[in-house]
């Protein structure tokens, strides 16, 4: 099994930063693909970003294109999701999840931490 925690949510004002942290335990791997979600209220479960174990393949949502920032550190077992420039359509709880190297699919998921930008 592998368990996720995510941290670093928080209220903040439009324009404003912040760094979601996610610390992976279990039966992890550095070749494990790491992504964040996230979901608004009353909308589907959107990636925002992922990347993959040697950091050289990123992806992004185009909502989020230059503004976001995902990096991992292997040794730590930990990814983040740095967010600049925040919009209240951000506004969401933002998961943490991993894609094992043999599957298509994100199997392990955190709870979630909520990111909420409003004046």
């Known amino acids: 099994q592998v368990q996720l925690v995510e941290s670093g949510g928080g209220l903040v004002q439009p324009g404003d930063s912040l760094r979601l942290s996610c610390s992976a335990s279990?039966?992890?791997?550095?070749?494990?693909?790491m992504g964040w979600f996230r979901q608004a209220p009353g909308k589907e479960r959107d990636k925002v970003a992922s990347i993959s174990w040697s950091g050289s393949n990123t992806y992004y949502a185009d909502s989020v294109k230059g503004r976001f920032t995902i990096s991992r550190d292997n040794a730590k077992n930990t990814v983040y999701l740095q967010m600049n420039s925040l919009k209240p359509e951000d506004t969401a709880v933002y998961y943490c999840a991993i894609r094992k190297i043999t599957s298509r699919e994100y199997g392990y998921w955190g709870r979630g931490t909520q990111v909420t930008v409003s004046s």
């Open positions: 279990g039966r992890t791997s550095s070749t494990d693909y």
